[in-house]
């Protein structure tokens, strides 16, 4: 286990919140909750069917016949009245476990919720911006992934965020710089240190052209107008971002080359394909989708993840959770 999970889940249970978890019917799920409950990382509340979700130490609710599901309903129909819900519609809506859960944590009967084991990212996402909305200032919603590689030199002790890898299809120049902002920020939440963000791109300052490599360079252009303070450079291909030898090659005088440990990838296929290859081949710990820009806390899983990977995820939630609980 990495120092970042260790310190993660140190601070998960000195703090317990109330994580609700909407995939009862996944048996990574349930591995997953009853690490969870031995550990006291959480109070779980699990959706699914108390018959046949059964982990000591959890709350089990069934949406369909809950005492909350007239009242989310009526609220879930208010929220969305200009949308045209209806009450009927709401009332259909709430026996879906993942709205069910989302209103558990915009009615404060839950402080997080983690899903995605077996529901796609959009699954995960809508219901998030349909009712909890995006916390104020944020223009993007994005997604990353914390990614600890064993025996590693670079980022911090291995240590790295990636992103956007879940979201985001193929970002202009200005979502790229608002990705770039979120996860510096999202960084110093986390990890206590000064974030040092690499835009990444196949072309190290003008070393080859293309529309791709333009788009980061004009990136990495409005952040510097937009966080003057903040320590980003672009464009900067994976080794100039990494590796102080090849920095100096490449990037000589860059205040990140050679030491970043934020990788905005340029657009989702790379970033993508470029965690999971770290992941599988590298053997690194990887937990999220983590989702930067929602009002409160709701995280993603990716459907390959393992029950020790929503047992990761579930502490972050927690985290988050505590984080905004001292903002409020």
Request: glycine content about 8%; aromatic content about 4%; charged content about 25%.
């Amino acid at each position: 286990m990495s120092d970042f999970l260790k310190r993660m889940k140190e601070s998960a249970k000195a703090d317990r919140k109330t994580i609700v978890l909407p995939e009862g019917e996944d048996p990574r799920t349930i591995a997953a909750a009853q690490k969870i409950v031995a550990e006291g990382l959480a109070n779980l509340v699990i959706l699914g069917d108390p018959a046949e979700v059964k982990v000591e130490g959890a709350r089990v609710v069934d949406p369909k016949s809950s005492d909350k599901h007239e009242e989310y309903a009526q609220a879930f129909a208010e929220l969305r009245k200009k949308k045209g819900v209806t009450i009927e519609q709401a009332r259909e809506q709430m026996n879906d476990n993942t709205y069910f859960g989302t209103m558990m944590v915009k009615m404060g009967d839950a402080d997080g919720l983690v899903s995605g084991a077996c529901h796609s990212t959009a699954n995960t996402l809508r219901p998030a911006l349909q009712i909890l909305k995006t916390a104020p200032g944020t223009k993007l919603v994005s997604g990353f992934m914390m990614v600890i590689v064993p025996d590693c030199e670079f980022g911090q002790d291995g240590t790295f965020i990636f992103s956007d890898i879940g979201l985001n299809i193929a970002p202009d120049a200005d979502q790229l710089s608002e990705i770039a902002i979120a996860s510096a920020a999202s960084w110093k939440s986390f990890m206590g240190t000064e974030p040092e963000v690499a835009l990444l791109s196949y072309s190290t300052k003008g070393s080859a052209g293309g529309d791709s490599a333009e788009r980061v360079r004009q990136a990495a252009a409005l952040v510097a107008e937009k966080a003057p303070d903040l320590a980003c450079d672009g464009e900067l291909q994976l080794d100039a971002a990494l590796v102080p030898e090849v920095a100096s090659l490449k990037a000589p005088g860059s205040k990140v080359a050679g030491h970043a440990n934020v990788l905005v990838f340029p657009d989702l296929a790379a970033g993508n394909i470029g965690y999971k290859l770290v992941q599988r081949l590298g053997k690194a710990e990887a937990y999220g989708p983590l989702l930067q820009g929602i009002a409160k806390p709701v995280n993603d899983l990716s459907r390959g993840c393992s029950a020790d990977d929503i047992v990761g995820v579930v502490a972050i939630t927690a985290v988050q959770a505590q984080m905004a609980a001292k903002q409020a």
